[in-house]
């Protein structure tokens, strides 16, 4: 008698094993929610509306009557869904109290009955009962849900939703934008911290330095711990060790943004953030919902720099000749089976403008907003702490001065930092695109600080090696992006 061969539902499998890595209770959101990043997200909002012709990309026969905005923010997007739908009640669901109280507005208070704002983390439950929305939204919060817990807050969604009801999804990846560097055959490679105690013999030369320095300096003589590969020696006491300037060396002009990117990434694995979530979320949404569709991704090309002295003015932003990377129908929707992956560019597809600047300030501001988290890693990753080479005829107090001369790891990271923003803000200003288009000369008095930075790049930096970078950077499918953006459309299966 033949055996049955064994069958396993990995996803079912997957389902009942998961465990959530954050304590009950904590928020994993690295961002402060700012002024910028909010007004971006009624952009973003307006923008889709304009696409779809609609609040939403599912076409209702008839409005929803009961609606939930998960991650509402500042409720924008609940009061217009109370405004066109005037029969429906919504509720905004944030973990952040920034909703206006409409009762205090005169031109809203008509909506303040059938619109209710509630508080909670969405990754804890929710506090409303089964079958009780017809519609559930759930837009931009990619960068506060954990990867292995989607599928819970999927769940939750599912629960409260009415047999029948429809759920929308849109989110994006998470990505740092940053063009890609100039090569530099010579860059040193980050080095990892080296175990050495050394200690002096002169009082005078005593020395105090943080929790994530190479050196232990005490008073006796130099000598090495036993960690170390290098002999025990002796020295005499070594001069004094000059103090490091009190104002910083000024930021040298670069587009190499290689140690924020890696923050970057640090910070969405330490919070265990899906990178790449536009490739997760088909799987956990059709482990809860039935026919999932969707549409290819919109892929926001990276704007490029302004045109250096050396080359050919190109039309910048203004022309809005770039494309975003995607369907030339970008919300219409299909079954996700048919578009896990996105449809490959095309140049001579006439697809939506890509707005690309704006786009690209959105993920600006959202970058911005992480800046302290980023800074954590950063200071985590000991990224900025090079050490100074080390050779068998280095001398001590060489080694010390090198030490005390060197930048700290915050000015490292503040010059990076502002080498990202200059160069940032250089992609998305207007001027060169306003002086290559009508011929415009430069305007005159003081420049502004991303403008003496692209003049210092074209300046310092090899014109062929940026040439070459950005060439190489918008051919074909290297394009750099600043924006992935999806959409999904879900029902909860009837009863």
């Not at 892929?299 to 080359?311: D, V």
């Amino acid at each position: 008698m033949t055996s049955k061969p064994v069958e396993k539902d990995v996803q079912a499998v997957l389902m009942k094993t998961r465990k959530c890595r954050r304590p009950i209770g904590t928020l994993t959101y690295p961002a402060k929610y700012s002024k910028a990043m909010q007004d971006y997200d009624h952009w973003d909002h307006l923008l889709r509306a304009s696409h779809c012709r609609s609040l939403t990309m599912h076409q209702f026969d008839k409005p929803p009557s009961t609606v939930l905005d998960l991650g509402c923010g500042t409720g924008y997007w609940a009061m217009e869904a109370a405004k066109q739908w005037p029969g429906c009640t919504v509720v905004g669901y944030d973990v952040l109290h920034i909703q206006p109280d409409l009762r205090r507005f005169p031109d809203h208070c008509g909506l303040a009955g059938r619109i209710s704002w509630e508080w909670g983390n969405l990754l804890d439950g929710l506090p409303f009962p089964p079958d009780t929305f017809d519609f559930v939204r759930i837009a931009g919060i990619g960068l506060g849900v954990p990867e292995d817990e989607w599928q819970l807050v999927l769940e939750e969604a599912g629960r409260v939703m009415k047999p029948g009801a429809v759920i929308e999804v849109i989110e994006e990846d998470l990505i740092f934008p940053c063009g890609v560097p100039p090569e530099q055959p010579n860059r040193k490679p980050v080095l990892a911290p080296i175990d050495v105690e050394l200690t002096l013999d002169s009082p005078s030369i005593a020395m105090s330095m943080s929790n994530k320095s190479y050196f232990n300096v005490s008073n006796s003589t130099v000598s090495a711990s036993p960690k170390s590969r290098f002999s025990s020696y002796s020295s005499q006491p070594c001069p004094p060790i000059p103090s490091r300037p009190s104002t910083p060396d000024p930021i040298i002009a670069s587009q190499d943004h290689s140690r924020l990117k890696m923050a970057w990434d640090a910070m969405l694995s330490h919070n265990f953030l899906a990178t790449n979530l536009l490739s997760v979320l088909p799987f956990y949404l059709s482990a809860t919902f039935v026919n999932v569709q969707t549409h290819p991704a919109i892929r926001i090309p990276l704007p490029p720099n302004s045109p250096t002295a050396k080359s050919s003015p190109t039309a910048g932003p203004l022309s809005n000749n770039a494309r975003s990377r995607g369907s030339a129908s970008p919300f219409g929707l299909m079954p996700a089976s048919n578009c896990w992956s996105a449809v490959a560019f095309d140049p001579s597809q006439q697809g939506i403008p890509s707005w690309s600047s704006m786009h690209l300030g959105k993920a600006m501001e959202t970058v911005r907003a992480c800046k302290d988290s980023l800074w954590l890693e950063y200071e985590k990753l000991g990224l900025g702490e090079d050490m100074p080479p080390v050779t068998r005829t280095t001398r001590a107090e060489d080694v010390l001065h090198a030490l005390a001369s060197k930048p700290s790891s915050r000015e490292t990271f503040d010059s990076d930092w502002t080498n990202w923003e200059r160069d940032m803000t250089d992609r998305l200003g207007m001027r060169s695109a306003l002086m290559s288009t009508f011929g415009w000369p430069e305007p005159p008095g003081e420049k502004p600080d991303w403008r003496i930075w692209r003049t210092a790049i074209d300046k310092n930096a090899s014109s062929t090696s940026l040439e070459s970078s950005a060439a190489s950077a918008s051919s074909d499918d290297d394009v750099e992006i600043c924006r992935a953006i999806k959409g999904f459309v879900c029902w909860k299966a009837p009863s």
